[in-house]
T-cell receptor, first 114, second 111 residues
């Protein structure tokens, strides 16, 4: 497809369970971002990749959060031992680079931890 | 203090009215600014980019005031379809376009 694709769209996890969220960016976009959006809040930066290199992971809230993009295209955000405070929408975005452009979001993965 | 701040609203505005939102930013190194629109249970979508002195797109006008470190969004002749949450965002424009978002301002247009 033409846009950023994320899966699963909805995930209910029991507390303590591990989850993996997938992002397929727009073809040709070298930059990929993960954001977390809690209810009633704006998106909060988690991590950033340029191709396969993770250049910034300063927003990851704890060492339970891990992201990878091994071949520079599809990315996976993994959350280990999920907690209730991890409940949020996880948005992936890709960026084409160059002046005058901005990031384009996927529809998000809605995670509910019960 | 959050790096980007917005009044969360809600703003309830009659159809046809003009509505304005402000957004302040604290990082003076921010170079690029954007307004995003987010509908309920949807992803943010770019509404307007804001560079230098601002720009206009139809009923929407965005302004940047670097001296006071705020950006604004003006919506004229508001329509029911304008009901959404409006997010402002700032970026360093250093080639990676990592954005910092405000909490969003919720707008409801009333018939």
């Amino acid at each position: 497809g033409a846009g950023v694709s994320q899966s699963p769209r909805y995930k209910v996890a029991k507390r303590g369970q591990d989850v993996a969220l997938r992002c397929d960016p727009i073809s040709g976009h070298v930059s990929l971002f993960w954001y977390q959006q809690a209810l009633g809040q704006g998106p909060e930066f988690l991590t950033y990749f340029q191709n396969e290199a993770q250049l910034d992971k300063s927003g990851l809230p704890s060492d339970r959060f891990f992201a990878e993009r091994p071949e520079g295209s599809v990315s996976t955000l993994k959350i280990q031992r999920t907690q209730q405070e991890d409940s949020a929408v996880y948005l992936c975005a890709s960026y084409p680079g160059g002046a005058g452009n901005t990031i384009y979001f996927g529809e998000g993965s809605w995670l509910t931890v019960v | 203090r959050k790096e980007v701040e917005q009044d969360p609203g809600p703003f309830n505005v009659p159809e046809g009215a003009t509505v304005a939102f402000n957004c302040t930013y604290s990082n003076s190194a921010s170079q690029s600014f954007f307004w995003y629109r987010q509908d309920c249970r949807k992803e943010p979508k770019l509404l307007m980019s804001v560079y230098s002195s601002g720009n206009e797109d139809g009923r929407f006008t965005a302004q940047l005031n670097r001296a006071s470190q705020y950006i604004s969004l003006l919506i004229r002749d508001s329509k029911l379809s304008d009901s959404a949450t409006y997010l402002c965002a700032g970026g360093s424009n250093f080639g990676n376009e990592k954005l910092t978002f405000g909490t969003g301002t919720r707008l409801t247009i009333i018939p």
